[in-house]
């Protein structure tokens, strides 16, 4: 099995259930069996939506990729970093950390084209959406991404930030609100594309159609790492 490195603490709650969906996932039946971890959790790494959005001028790359450095030397073979705005830096981080980092986004937008969705909603932080993260890569794909309006964007904002960073388990019914508007804008699917909100279906069951981006990384961490548990094949909600 290849060791598996985590650059986490963006924000730490998901870096904890994207440990959990790890373990989940894997085909073993005792604990030698389980793929091996490891992990450096930074959550003082600078924000990355305010360093997108011109609001910073701390760049969040500089620690993640020392941090990608120090698990390689670790004997890390493999790197996940379980914050979806971050793979904005995904090429500078591979690059300069030399070691393969996983990519969430592209795994997605591979796992919908072979469920044969061609159009998506996306709800995630400004700094995602305005960067057109999924945008591009889905297009590659041959699928349309579907983003909200201005009002419910920042709603999505507010719950990520105001509600779930800040230690509130966050209201469903506020992302079912939104979902809604892109189901109506002809999105066959919703994806949870920051990892807070992945904390919203870990607390809360969501209505059909949705996909949590941290669960596609988890997948295929774990299948790179040669664990996984075939189980976990389909990850839309039903």
Do not use: W
């Not at 603490?9 to 969906?21: R, S």
């Not at 998506?120 to 890569?137: K, N, P, Q």
């Not at 904390?199 to 949705?210: E, G, S």
């Amino acid at each position: 099995m290849k060791k598996l490195g985590i650059i986490g603490g963006l924000g730490p709650m998901a870096t904890t259930y994207f440990l959990y969906l790890l373990t989940q996932m894997s085909r073993a039946e005792n604990d030698q069996e389980h793929m091996e971890i490891l992990m450096h959790s930074k959550p003082s790494i600078p924000d990355r939506t305010r360093y997108i959005l011109g609001l910073s001028t701390d760049n969040p790359a500089v620690e993640m990729t020392e941090i990608g450095r120090e698990l390689k030397g670790m004997g890390a073979e493999l790197l996940a970093v379980p914050c979806i705005t971050a793979h904005y830096f995904h090429e500078e981080l591979e690059r300069n950390i030399g070691l393969k980092v996983l990519h969430a986004i592209e795994e997605t937008a591979e796992y919908l084209k072979q469920a044969g969705v061609d159009k998506v909603g996306i709800l995630a932080t400004d700094g995602t959406v305005r960067s057109r993260l999924f945008e591009l890569t889905l297009h590659r794909y041959g699928i349309t991404a579907v983003n909200p309006g201005e009002e419910s964007q920042r709603l999505i904002m507010d719950l990520i930030y105001r509600r779930i960073k800040s230690g509130e388990k966050g209201n469903p019914d506020e992302l079912i609100q939104v979902g809604e508007e892109l189901f109506a804008a002809g999105a066959q699917v919703n994806l949870l594309g920051c990892t807070e909100l992945s904390l919203l279906k870990r607390d809360y069951v969501l209505p059909a159609d949705y996909l949590d981006v941290l669960d596609v990384l988890a997948k295929c961490a774990v299948q790179e790492c040669g664990r996984f548990d075939t189980r976990y094949q389909n990850l839309i909600t039903k």
